[in-house]
């Protein structure tokens, strides 16, 4: 693939690797292309890694070091999503920046519209997407468009809204780059004349294992598909290239007719047009959209419906790939395209050497999962699409787990037409995907409806034939089949509604049809600018640009498997139980060594020191010896001298398994099994059982919490580089704990700490997953390279990271709440379970701090918790952002709404927040713990979030929509957050660093802390520089090293800045100090001056910094400590509009208020504060990690793995940082904020939830209602209770095994 010709030959390395299959955009180039025929030049975004190398004779590919670079001249495109805080941890900026750039060569003035759509393939897990859309907004260039400023003309995007508050800029849109489109790459004028001149041949690549043949003729091509008829065909590469990666396909010859004219001809005649079958669906789209908009209305409702789905269908990178012809012929169950075709009575034409004919694209064309009725050797030429006639009407609705970029759950195609001037039905079709092997056809459905009038008791009946004629079976592979079953009939009831609009143009009903609001509005950001009078040259408290961001932004930037490979380096694949628990019985390797290239295959024996990682004291096997206990564990390890090779001999290592029996996946029955790890916790404050028996009511209810992978956009990465003399090893790895690492390799070896050493550069995202887990890969890794003594480089593949490292701890929360008629709630006993998987990791820690943290910001008087870490045969979870907070806090505001719904029977939501309100902490007061901290700033969030959000009249305002609205309801929720920051274990507090001033003047600042896009280093910059009152441009910061400063703590807690700029402080501040007598002889002299004299002076120019940190414990015992160093506080206001037929949603707008003390860096905080927010978001409503009833991870990639995309941020996201806090506990007045907005993301579950009851008010349904987290559009749709889920007969539990477990 392009990808890895890319890094791994031209060592261009800018180009990332994300995920393999066409799911983030990371690898995202710019394909140019020369087209003789009109004599213009087609430029396109496409994925590197689906991307054939064979497939692109003629082609031009511009990757992201071509358009700009620090050495020449960087490109607007790479300025402005620096400068505008776009890029973080930087590992999807290269992506984000060809994709913008892509568009921009072919739309200099892009709409907003575009840009979205243009980076509806791209993932970012850092950003939360607005500074990116932001940076990128500059180059709209919508005659109104105010950019956010507030001063538009007529029509101006805020138009209606207040203006927004101005605080200073986040970055200064003054002086950027302009963009001069005559200053970009030429094509090649070789590629021209190429094109023009040569002859077009037939080519033939012969590789190791595939033969790849480019035919130039029709003729040839259909010569070629007789001779070699199990031959694919390849164009977009986006079904075979993941068949062939995924799924282990072969192809010994690969036909790609890109080349054959004939696919890609288009021919329009009155009935309709022929579409090549070579088209890519962007071109298809094109097309359609301008006969759409040539044609009368009454003709293109074909052409409408299948525009609909050619939005949706994957991101920009693959539409523009991804042929019209392969995606007919892929068959895919929940293809998009295909029930619009087969309904819309779409033909195709198919040649072989048997000649023409024309086949209806219908039931007997699908066939079955992946197959259609197509012999071997017929080619589809095209696909005929028809024009509609008058009284004819065409839908097409689908339902995915995100709303763009999402292979669909249902998706349909449903074509009525009617006898003219009536509403007898003369022909119905209606086809569905996604609910079935194929694209189903509900033709009995139709029968029953055709020859009558299309009323509400035609329908009525259908809906009973259709549910009987769809009938899923209950362990259907994908699982929700209520849901998809429940999505049958509303899909039809939608159409039914498009058609009543288009009819008699109905109104409240409307509501149904009406799509949800997706226009981005400029969000605000407020912060308190510096003091009047503060240097220029202190940058503290300046929304400084993130110190690598450019070099980030051009590729420059060195992420792990960016290193250059050392002579003689090795590469390890890890292989990994296929059982949830057994016995191993061998390990049978012999197969895998006879693998050319491979090398070696390490086992548990092969370990020279300790075969366990401890970590708080409990011992981890690194590789499984005897016994296997989760699907996914680390067995053994293979090396050899490429990948490819180490793959190839991985799959075939044999381990013989005896299985043990019932293994166990949920916490139920880890409950039933006790199957714990000690300590379980307990606190207690005030006498729960008591209090009890005196209030006025009594609640119990539980919600259950799913998992959240990390997916950090750069997989685990590491090299270890033996030295080869004095048992030395250079190990460079992307972690957040490099100490960690150190001593477990050093113990994994059986040598001294001070032979290893560790290094980070920057880490491409970790989010707490790169903590332990990296640490134990390493170790492998490194005895490979003992064993061996060559570098050996491991790179996990997304899959394989996402089945073995682990994820958030999914919990079961139980309570039982006591309250008065006036909403105060008296006692609380909550229960916790946490599924920890196979083994502790960090897990009791982990049920610790949910403890901790279940009061949020409310005082209960009699409060009661219990904890416990479960023991289940799945992969071991581990630290993610919040370590447990986020799932604690769920439970007790889901408690919360309880109270408020009991009393209230749910329907004035006003009470729920005065509930809360009722309830918070008012004045200085003890935790249930006993830790004294004063809330005024969480009230003082608290009542700034509702007066900035406009609560009160927006709750009015949704009450009166949902009150016209019957298929969507608005909902909104404001959530608090009271969150410790620091580690309880108070040892985890210290930090220490090394600054060096060079006889230049410049500065070499080192600390422990790792750059994780979190802005670390760029604060540390700021810190030096207002310590020795230089500006950042003399101070660099390069990597984290334990050579450098040694015995460093992990960067977590949301404590990074606190602890390493304190030591950073400490060591400026002597060198400060050193130089007093320099300063003093020459108080005009200049820093470099400075200097030099003190050189000169033997005055030394290098110091450590240290820090203690904050001494902090939490007695278990006792039931009370000091386990934080302060409260980070905040509230989040969020608005949903959900739709209540598909349980889709978007959120509206979201407004936060964040207590941060005062900010070292505004944007790198409220980056931040966006990003977490919207991983919040991610947990609590569209994240979803699936096992199978076996224990196997399901969800092993973006495909499967859904995180937020560009279209699920807040359409309107502002973020105010509190003025005037002060914090006395932390440097410069500062507070840690990289974790604790993460759990306002649950403001928009609350909101869901809020909006869902407004629907369940509408069915007559009042009081507290289930619905877990995350509350996907299933869940919500299904919570909604209407007419089409209600008609759904639940499947009784036990009588069939389902296609996932119900995990926690
Ligand atoms: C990340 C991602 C997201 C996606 N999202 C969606 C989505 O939301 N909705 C959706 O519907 N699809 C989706 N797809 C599927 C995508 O649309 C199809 O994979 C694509 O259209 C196939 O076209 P291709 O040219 O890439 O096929 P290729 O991979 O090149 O070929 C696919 C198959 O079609 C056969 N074939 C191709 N052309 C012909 C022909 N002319 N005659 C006979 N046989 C032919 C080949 O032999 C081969 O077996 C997604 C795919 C990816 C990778
Ligand atoms: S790596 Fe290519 S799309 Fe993810
Ligand atoms: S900055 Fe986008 S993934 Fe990190």
Not at 347 to 355: D, E, M, N, P, R
Not at 513 to 535: A, K, T
Not at 828 to 836: R, T
Request: charged share 20%; with cysteine.
């Amino acid at each position: 693939m392009l990808l890895s010709y890319l890094r791994d030959r031209l060592r261009l390395t800018g180009t990332k690797y994300g995920c393999g299959g066409g799911g983030c955009g990371a690898c995202t180039v710019m394909v140019s292309r020369y087209q003789p025929g009109t004599k213009t030049i087609l430029h396109y975004s496409a994925n590197a890694c689906l991307l054939p190398v064979c497939q692109l004779q003629g082609a031009a590919v511009t990757t992201v070091e071509g358009i700009g670079s620090t050495k020449t001249r960087v490109h607007p495109v790479q300025e402005r999503i620096a400068r505008a805080h776009g890029s973080q941890c930087g590992f999807c900026t290269p992506g984000m920046v060809m994709s913008m750039y892509t568009l921009l060569r072919n739309t200099p003035q892009p709409t907003m519209e575009d840009i979205r759509e243009a980076l509806g393939g791209n993932l970012c897990r850092c950003t939360g997407y607005r500074p990116i859309v932001d940076g990128f907004r500059t180059f709209c260039q919508e005659s109104n468009c105010c950019q956010g400023n507030g001063n538009g003309t007529a029509g101006c995007c805020l138009d209606g809204e207040s203006p927004p508050e101005k605080s200073g800029n986040l970055f200064d849109q003054g002086d950027l780059l302009p963009l001069d489109p005559t200053q970009e790459l030429i094509f090649p004028p070789e590629l021209i004349l190429m094109a023009q001149t040569e002859p077009q041949m037939s080519q033939r690549f012969i590789g190791e294992n595939i033969v790849w043949i480019s035919p130039v003729s029709l003729d040839e091509l259909i010569q070629l598909k007789a001779d070699h008829p199990q031959a694919p065909l390849v164009i977009g590469n986006t079904n075979i290239g993941p068949d062939i990666k995924f799924k282990g396909a072969l192809h010994p010859i690969i036909i790609s007719p890109t080349r054959v004219q004939e696919l890609f001809a288009v021919t329009r005649t009155a009935q309709g047009v022929y579409i090549g079958a070579g088209c890519s669906l962007s071109v298809v789209k094109a097309l359609l959209e301008g006969l759409v908009q040539e044609l009368p209305e009454e003709k293109t409702e074909i052409y409408r419906a299948l525009l609909q789905q050619l939005g949706n269908v994957g991101g920009q990178q693959i539409r523009n790939v991804a042929s019209i012809g392969g995606n007919i012929v892929s068959a895919y169950p929940n293809s998009d395209l295909n029930p619009v075709l087969a309904a819309g009575s779409c033909k195709l034409s198919v040649v072989s050497k048997g000649g023409r004919k024309e086949i209806l694209l219908n039931k007997d064309f699908l066939v079955g999962f992946g197959k259609t009725s197509l012999k071997p050797d017929e080619i589809v030429l095209s696909v005929f699409i028809p024009v509609s006639r008058k009284w004819e009407f065409m839908g097409a609705l689908r339902q995915a787990p995100r709303k763009e970029n999402a292979l669909a759950t249902v998706t349909s195609g449903i074509r009525v037409m009617f006898t003219e001037g009536s509403s007898v039905v003369k022909e119905l079709s209606i086809c569905y995907g996604g609910v079935g092997p194929c694209t189903v056809s509900a033709s009995r459905t139709c029968a029953a409806i055709i020859g009558r009038p299309w009323n509400e008791q035609t329908l009525s009946e259908a809906y009973t034939v259709l549910l009987d004629e769809i009938s899923l079976s209950p362990s259907h592979p994908g699982g929700k089949v209520d849901f998809r079953r429940s999505l049958t009939l509303s899909l039809l009831f939608k159409f039914n509604l498009q058609i009543l609009h288009k009819l008699w143009e109905m109104v409240r009903t409307g509501s149904g049809i009406r799509p949800l609001p997706n226009q981005l509005q400029p969000g605000i950001q407020v912060f308190q600018p510096v003091v009047n009078g503060q240097s220029v040259d202190d940058q503290v408290g300046r929304p400084v640009m993130h110190h690598s961001a450019i070099s980030q932004a051009t590729g420059e930037a060195v992420y792990c498997d960016d290193i250059p490979k050392t002579d003689g380096e090795l590469h390890l694949v890890l292989v990994t139980s296929t059982r949830p628990h057994a016995k191993i019985r061998g390990i049978d390797v012999t197969e895998a060594l006879q693998v050319p290239g491979v090398v070696d295959v390490i086992t548990s024996k092969d370990i020279p020191g300790k075969k366990f990682r401890t970590f708080t004291g409990v011992d981890e096997e690194l590789l499984a010896e005897n016994e296997v206990s989760c699907v996914g564990q680390m067995v053994c390890a293979v090396i050899a001298d490429t990948r490819e090779q180490a793959k190839r001999g991985a799959a075939v290592v044999k381990i013989h398994y005896e299985d043990l029996p019932e293994p166990v996946f949920t916490v139920e029955e880890a409950m039933e099994k006790k199957s714990y790890f000690q300590p379980q916790r307990t606190i207690e404050r005030g006498n729960v059982t008591q209090a009890f028996e005196e209030v006025d009511q009594v609640y119990e209810g539980e919600i259950r919490l799913g998992g959240q992978e990390h997916f950090y956009m750069e997989t685990q990465s590491m090299v270890v580089v033996p030295s080869g003399e004095d048992r030395e090893l250079r190990v460079y790895l992307s972690c957040q704990h490099p100490t960690y690492a150190q001593e477990s390799i050093a113990e994994t070896l059986g040598i001294p700490s001070n032979r290893v050493s560790c290094h980070v550069k920057r880490v491409g995202g970790a989010f707490g997953g790169k903590v332990t887990k990296t640490s134990a890969i390493a170790c492998i890794t490194s005895v490979a390279a003992w064993r061996s003594g060559r570098a050996v480089r491991c790179v996990l593949e997304r899959g394989e990271d996402m089945l073995i490292t682990g994820a958030r701890h999914p919990v079961l929360g139980r309570y039982k709440v006591g309250f008065m008629n006036d909403g105060k709630i008296i006692a609380a006993d909550l229960h916790y379970y946490a599924n920890s998987g196979n083994t502790a990791d960090e897990s009791v820690l982990v049920v610790e701090k949910v403890l901790l943290h279940l009061d949020n910001a409310y005082n209960v008087p009699n409060l009661r918790g219990h904890s416990v870490a479960c023991k289940t045969n799945l992969p071991s979870n581990t630290a993610f952002r919040g370590f447990g907070v986020p799932q604690s806090m769920l439970v007790t505001e889901n408690m919360i709404n309880d109270v408020a719904m009991k009393l209230e029977g749910g329907l004035d939501m006003l009470t729920l927040h005065q509930i809360r309100e009722i309830n918070m902490y008012k004045e200085v007061s003890l935790t249930h713990y006993k830790f004294q901290f004063d809330p005024k700033n969480l009230l003082r969030c608290w009542d700034e979030c509702k007066e900035k959000s406009d609560y009160d009249s927006r709750r009015q305002a949704a009450g009166e929509f949902n009150q016209k609205n019957r298929w969507k309801k608005r909902g909104l929720a404001v959530i608090p957050i009271k969150y410790g920051i620091a580690f309880s274990e108070g040892f985890l507090n210290q930090a220490a660093s090394l600054v060096h001033i060079y006889k230049d003047g410049s500065v070499l600042v080192s600390h422990g802390g790792t750059e994780m896009g979190q802005g670390i280093h760029t604060k540390m910059q700021q810190v030096a520089s207002r310590e020795l009152h230089i500006p950042t441009s003399f101070i660099h910061i390069t990597e984290t090293s334990t050579s450098a400063v040694p015995n460093t703590c992990p960067s977590a807690a949301s404590f990074g800045t606190d602890a390493n700029g304190m030591a950073v402080k400490n060591a400026c501040e002597t060198l400060y100090r050193r130089l007093e007598p320099v300063r003093k002889q020459n108080p005009t002299g200049t820093w470099e001056s400075w200097v030099k004299k003190a050189f000169l002076q033997k005055i030394s120019l290098s110091a450590t910094g240290y820090y203690r940190g904050h001494d902090l414990y939490m007695d278990w015992e006792k039931q009370e400590g000091q386990p934080y160093a302060y409260f980070t506080y905040g509230a989040c206001c969020s608005e949903v509009e959900v739709d209540c037929l598909s349980g889709d949603y978007r959120t509206v707008r979201t407004d936060i208020v964040t207590d941060i003390g005062r900010s070292i860096n505004p944007s790198v905080d409220i980056g931040q504060i966006e990003g977490s927010f919207i991983q919040g978001l991610g947990l609590y409503t569209m994240e979803e990690l699936q096992f199978s009833p076996s224990g196997v991870l399901l969800t092993r990639g973006p495909s499967q793995y859904k995180i937020p995309a560009i279209c699920d941020i807040p359409l309107q996201f502002n973020v105010y940082l509190l003025s005037d806090s002060d914090n006395p506990h932390a440097i410069y007045s500062s507070k840690g904020i990289g974790e604790p907005v993460l759990f306002l993301g649950s403001s928009v579950f609350f909101a869901i939830k809020d909006a869902v009851a407004a629907a369940r008010a509408e069915a007559g349904m009042d009081g507290p209602f289930t619905l877990d987290s995350p509350a996907t559009p299933e869940r919500t749709c299904l919570a909604c209770n209407t007419d089409f889920t209600q008609k759904i007969p639940p499947s009784r539990p036990g009588s069939f095994k389902p296609w996932a477990l119900n995990i926690p």
